[in-house]
């Protein structure tokens, strides 16, 4: 609870002071803000695995860098690099660890060459669910891990959004039994990918700036992105005509912000607080932001645009939820932090799902009672 309260209170002191000087406050807040503006200001670079201004992710990463360059009374600036164009969408946790950038944005299953254990920070099949994420995360253990596995590349992650249960995934055939994934060439990330596999598909690792693409010349079958909102941003419906869901792969998806560890540690500790309490209220922004536009892009998508919208059959879901499983615990026993940290997951699982039966679960399913 004291960092939590450490967080709250330099945020409050940050929008209080800005609060005050914009409103003509008292001469002791003038002085301060006269004082501030002499101070060295700090340049950072943020490096972003997201098309420019692609709505949630990539104007989520402009929030945050926004909202740090505010909090901080202009003391520490961000400027933001779309994926390309500082560095390849793929190359920003090497960039931030070597400090080309000082900051990047973008999903931790992305460098799960790199770092196995890093895909249980980003989403994990019938995983956690947003709520649940943020709960491990930030009183469950699950920060101090990912902290800890990325350590050794000089790097300090943080949650900085979530894009809440995802869709399944776009493609141009029905999917009406696992045999339908045989040889099928799929745009899906992480654990999900190594599930995919599992079941006789073929993974395919893109960056979302190439997917329409891929998907339009055949160089991928089928593809999963995020969700209504922003597939139909991509115009994915252009070149898939079935939408699935759910998303098994993705029930929560965290996005993270990557710190250089050292430009970290050089700012003044007030800097440092701002700059945790703006990637704390980024992580809430975007998951809010999904979940009141997705609804709206999801009837254009099917009333506008035709798209098929069909539910995964249950022995389909059953028959990956067994893949799930099996490859949680593959993946486990590749290497002993990867091990840690699912044992941490799996222990937090069982309590959050325990609760969610006589919470959320119960009230969802009495709500939709006739």
Partial sequence: MD???SLIKGCLIAMTSLLLVACGGSEETKETAKSDSNAEVIHWKMVTTWPKNFPGLGTGAEG???SITAMSN???????????????????????????????HGGAFY????????????????????QEMNSWLHYGGGLSLWEEIYAPFNLIPMAAGNTGVQ??????????????????????????????KKVGGIPVNLPGGEIFTSLQTGAIDATEWVGPYNDLAFGLHKVAKYNY?????????????LYNKEAFEALPKDLQLIVRAATRQANAVMLDEFTARN???????????????????????????TASIET???????????????????????????????????????????
């Fill in 328 to 370: 949680l615990e593959e993946v486990a026993a590749a290497d002993p932090m990867s091990q840690k940290v699912y044992d941490s997951f799996s222990a937090f699982n069982q309590k959050v799902r325990a609760w969610h039966q006589v919470s959320e679960r119960a009230y969802i399913n009495s709500r939709a009672m006739n």
């Fill in 167 to 196: 869709m399944g995934g776009w493609f141009n055939k029905e999917i009406n039994s696992l045999e339908d994934f045989q040889g099928l060439k799929m745009r899906l990330p992480g654990l999900g990918g190594e599930v995919l």
């Fill in 245 to 257: 869901f759910p998303g098994w792969h993705e029930p929560g998806s965290t996005m993270e912000a």
């Fill in 64 to 66: 945050l860098a926004n």
């Fill in 111 to 130: 460098w799960k060459g790199k770092v196995p254990a890093s895909q249980f920070f980003s989403a994990v099949p019938f995983g956690f669910t947003a």
């Fill in 295 to 321: 609804n709206a892009a999801l009837e254009t998508l099917v009333n506008d645009h035709q798209v098929i919208l069909k539910r995964f059959p249950d022995e389909v879901l059953s028959a990956l939820k």
């Fill in 3 to 5: 960092v939590v309260n």
């Fill in 74 to 104: 202009g003391r520490l600036t961000v400027k933001v690099y779309a994926a390309g164009e500082l560095v390849p969408a793929l190359e920003v946790f090497d960039a931030v660890s070597r400090g080309t950038a000082q900051m990047g």
